[in-house]
């Protein structure tokens, strides 16, 4: 009985743990900054929380195929996911490479811009320093491989909804009179197929943490278990994401006045005069992004650490780091595009791709395919364990 106890209190605590993989990837733009809600979310007025948690829906939905299908198979890499997805049609999988790397290097420049701007702004680190003392933190929290992220990730998100909560209470507290004024007028409803188009894109470019999603996800041995960790893996994103949205709609008219949209979740931090809740967010945020930085990183080198340009490199360890630079040089280049930009057009068209080669077919072939496969293998099961139990009588 203890044994059971035990057994399943680590299948519980393997499913909290990769859901904060996934919480703390997509926490970093996805509504800490503010900048992401604001593009694709709180221009649509009161359906803005709606659309927030269809995208979180789509994106969970789409996650747990993905897991389950690699982990039922045993597969190796995340080629062999998407050969399987395509299959017959294999070599299509390098849609999904293409897809990766270009969305990758869009989101560590984010990551980038962000986190160096915001050293910058709060401690007047030079800019050129702060980038340098990011690189050597996700330098060597993507070296160690996903336990370490796993890990990680887990600490980082307690930090990260403890912080952000007050924020979000406090930034809703001081505009409860716009927000219900918002969310009670039929003028603010916004074009809802355009909210529905944003809240698939949205799905669509957080895909990218497909390989870091696989790579953790190991540990959940069943459909139940990857079930019911994506199961609190949209809940708890769905929360942070709803209640960042809602502060941004009571704040929105003022904040995109003062020309502060790149970070409106900054400018409201300042304008609560809190010095408390200030430090909170600032520290909130650099968590936020250190954390998706280390998971799209690591699902990088994941990924790039055994192609062919480097396999003249015997040390992984090595390789992991070449790969590790080679991304960090490229995205601190497209981190001087701004945040802005990042987020509306390099998200945008690649969201767009996302939805065609991941979303759609996962939550369509992939569902036919994966429950196909699960009966199957339950059916070969039956028959075997049948078979020996009339051996057994025979014998």
């Not at 062999?80 to 420049?109: M, R, T, W």
């Not at 969310?183 to 990218?208: E, H, W």
Request: hydrophobic share 45%; net charge positive; glycine share 8%.
């Amino acid at each position: 009985m203890k044994e059971q106890t035990t057994l399943r209190g680590k299948k519980i605590a393997s499913a909290i743990a990769v859901a904060c993989v996934l919480f703390s990837s997509h926490a970093g733009g996805g509504f800490a900054t503010g900048n992401q809600a604001t593009q694709y979310y709180v221009q649509y007025g009161r359906t803005a929380p709606i659309m927030a948690l269809v995208a979180m829906a789509l994106l969970t939905l789409t996650l747990r195929e993905c897991m389950i299908m690699y982990n039922s198979r045993n597969l190796g890499s995340c080629k062999e996911l998407f050969q399987n997805l395509y299959h017959p049609f294999d070599k299509l999988s390098v849609l999904f490479d293409i897809y990766f790397y270009l969305l990758v290097f869009c989101a560590v420049g984010a990551v980038f811009a962000g986190a160096a701007s915001l050293l910058n702004k709060t401690y007047n680190i030079p800019y050129v320093y702060a980038v340098f003392f990011i690189v050597a933190i996700l330098l060597v929290l993507t070296i160690f491989g996903a336990k370490v992220v796993s890990s990680v990730s887990t600490i980082m998100s307690v930090g990260i909804l403890t912080s952000c909560a007050i924020i979000f209470v406090l930034g809703i507290n001081a505009k409860i009179p716009e927000i219900m004024t918002i969310l009670t007028s039929s003028n603010s409803q916004g074009n809802i197929p355009k909210g529905l188009l944003k809240a698939f894109t949205y799905a669509g470019f957080q895909s990218v943490f497909i390989p870091t999603m696989i790579s953790c996800g190991k540990t959940l041995k069943n459909q139940r278990q990857i079930s019911s960790s994506m199961l609190i893996a949209f809940f708890i994103n769905s929360i942070a994401l709803v209640l960042s949205i809602i502060m941004l709609l009571g704040w929105y008219a003022e904040f995109t006045q003062a020309g502060e949209s790149t970070l409106p979740s900054l400018y409201i931090s300042n304008q609560l005069g809190k010095k408390y809740v200030f430090w909170a967010y600032n520290i909130s945020l650099f968590l936020c992004l250190i954390s998706t930085g280390v998971t799209t990183v690591y699902g990088f080198v994941e990924k790039f650490q055994n192609a062919k340009i480097l396999s003249g490199i015997n040390k992984v360890i090595v390789r992991k780091i070449v790969a590790s630079c080679f991304i960090m040089i490229l995205s601190v280049g497209i981190s001087m595009a701004g945040l802005d930009s990042i987020v509306k057009y390099g998200y945008g068209y690649m969201g767009y791709l996302g939805i065609a080669i991941i979303i759609i077919p996962f939550l369509t072939v992939g569902v036919y395919k994966n429950r196909k496969y699960l009966r199957e293998q339950t059916n070969k099961q039956e028959s075997a364990e049948n078979e020996q139990e009339y051996n057994e009588k025979v014998s």
